[in-house]
């Protein structure tokens, strides 16, 4: 294209755009192939190209999900055998639970054993269970007098029943009918499990809880 055909640019027919120079036709190809170019990239290509990225993003997403689960199957045997074992040690831990009827039984045990270590017991009271999901905690208050070598004997002798009694919030004085004579006051508590209407009726029921609702 020519100074003479760049002279010429504002005398072109628009109507009659075959009779115009050959350099001006290839410009006006070249306007319209660049903006159907830009047009299609803006209304298609962008578009599709965020729907890759999203889809790029998942597919990282759903490769960290399948290695996660993946491993999991590759271990489910280990967790099979795992939770075989909770469960039996679980139910040796649950037999150690008296029932509702072998309670009393359990605190003539433990009264036994203080009285076989040489404990005089002033006083043996046992309070109000607390329901505590699927077992019931029994505390008993307890007040004795005897020696240090006797309290020993009363808390191996305790730990060593079938059944499970622990002792709590000792407090230990001087002062008896001997130099060596002390008195122990220390909450025992055991432990037995709930029977299965006793868990239903421990329950707080829907019913109780929609009528609790404040009126407005």
């Not at 306007?31 to 790029?56: H, M, P, R, V, W």
């Not at 605190?107 to 270590?117: E, F, Y």
Request: include cysteine.
């Amino acid at each position: 294209m020519n100074l003479s055909d760049l002279s010429n640019i504002n005398n072109l027919d628009p109507s009659n755009i075959g009779s115009w120079p050959l350099a001006a036709r290839a410009i006006v190809i070249l306007l319209l192939c660049g903006t159907i170019l830009f047009a299609g990239y803006y209304f298609d290509t962008s578009d599709q190209l965020q729907i890759l990225e999203k889809a790029q993003a998942k597919e990282t997403t759903l490769k960290k999900t399948f290695e996660t689960k993946q491993a999991k199957a590759k271990n489910l045997d280990a967790y099979k055998a795992q939770m075989v074992e909770m469960e039996r040690s679980f139910g040796a831990l649950l037999q150690q639970l008296p029932g509702k009827t072998e309670v009393p039984g359990l605190l003539d045990d433990i009264s036994r054993v203080g009285i076989q270590s040489g404990l005089v017991f002033q006083y043996f009271k046992p309070e109000a269970e607390t329901v505590k999901g699927f077992y019931a905690e029994l505390p008993i208050q307890i007040r004795v007098t005897g020696n240090y070598h006797q309290f020993g004997n009363f808390v191996s002798g305790t730990a060593a029943l079938p059944r499970i009694v622990t002792l709590h919030d000792f407090a230990i004085t001087k002062g008896g009918k001997s130099a060596s004579e002390m008195t122990m006051v220390a909450t025992a508590k055991t432990y037995r499990y709930l029977e299965k209407s006793e868990i239903k009726s421990s329950k707080p029921s829907k019913k109780g809880k929609k009528g609790k609702k404040r009126k407005r």
